[in-house]
Nanobody, 115 residues
């Protein structure tokens, strides 16, 4: 059973930065791809970034150039560094992985950006 636990969210002013963390357990973390998503009130869940086991990354247009996804395999942790935050970045942020055809999600961490 894979478990994902996010942390690092909070209240930040526009233009500020946050680093989100997601700790994985119950899985061979080194072999798994990891993704970040977010969901704002009244909106669908939105893909943000992915990182493969080999460290290749890909970003959605909404965060490309402002965010960096990274991983520390020794700590079973994936990060999302977000810079130049905007009020429209306000959402619950989730990490996700897939193993044996099953999607696993964390409980999410709230990010609120004030103007």
């Amino acid at each position: 059973q894979v478990q994902l636990v996010e942390s690092g969210g909070g209240l930040v002013q526009a233009g500020g930065s946050l680093r989100l963390s997601c700790v994985a357990s119950g899985s061979n973390f080194n072999a798994d791809f990891m993704r970040w998503y977010r969901q704002a009130p009244g909106k669908e869940r939105e893909f943000l970034a992915t990182i493969t086991s080999g460290g290749s990354t890909n970003y959605a247009d909404s965060v490309r150039g402002r965010s960096i996804i990274s991983r520390d395999n020794a700590k079973n942790t994936v990060y999302l560094q977000m810079n130049s935050l905007k009020p429209e970045d306000t959402a619950v942020y989730y990490c996700q992985t897939r193993k044996n055809s099953v999607n696993y999600w964390g409980q999410g961490t709230q990010v609120t950006v004030s103007s």
